[in-house]
Nanobody, 119 residues
Framework: QVQLVESGGGLVQAGGSLRLSCAASGSMFSTNVMGWYRQAPGKQREWVATVGTGGGTNYADSVKGRFTISRDNAKNTMYLQMNSLKPEDTAVYYC?????????????WGQGTQVTVSS
């Protein structure tokens, strides 16, 4: 059973920083494609960033240059360093793991962590 547990959310003023963590268990972490998504009140869940098995990264335009996604395969953990936070970054942030199984990838989700940015 794949389990993803996010931590690190909280309340921060605009311009501040937070670091989110996602601890994974129940799968071979190094073969997972990992990512972060977020969902603001009244809006659909949106993709934020992805880190591949080789460490390659991709970002949504809205966070490019401010957020950094990374992974530590030895700790089975993924991170999202968020700098220069804006009120529009306020959302529940979800960890996503695409787990390789039988040649296909299957998505799994964490429970989410709230990030609130005050103006």
């Amino acid at each position: 059973q794949v389990q993803l547990v996010e931590s690190g959310g909280g309340l921060v003023q605009a311009g501040g920083s937070l670091r989110l963590s996602c601890a994974a268990s129940g799968s071979m972490f190094s073969t997972n494609v990992m990512g972060w998504y977020r969902q603001a009140p009244g809006k659909q869940r949106e993709w934020v960033a992805t880190v591949g098995t080789g460490g390659g990264t991709n970002y949504a335009d809205s966070v490019k240059g401010r957020f950094t996604i990374s992974r530590d395969n030895a700790k089975n953990t993924m991170y999202l360093q968020m700098n220069s936070l804006k009120p529009e970054d306020t959302a529940v942030y979800y960890c996503n793991a695409n787990v390789l199984r039988g040649g296909s990838y299957y998505p799994h989700w964490g429970q989410g962590t709230q990030v609130t940015v005050s103006s």
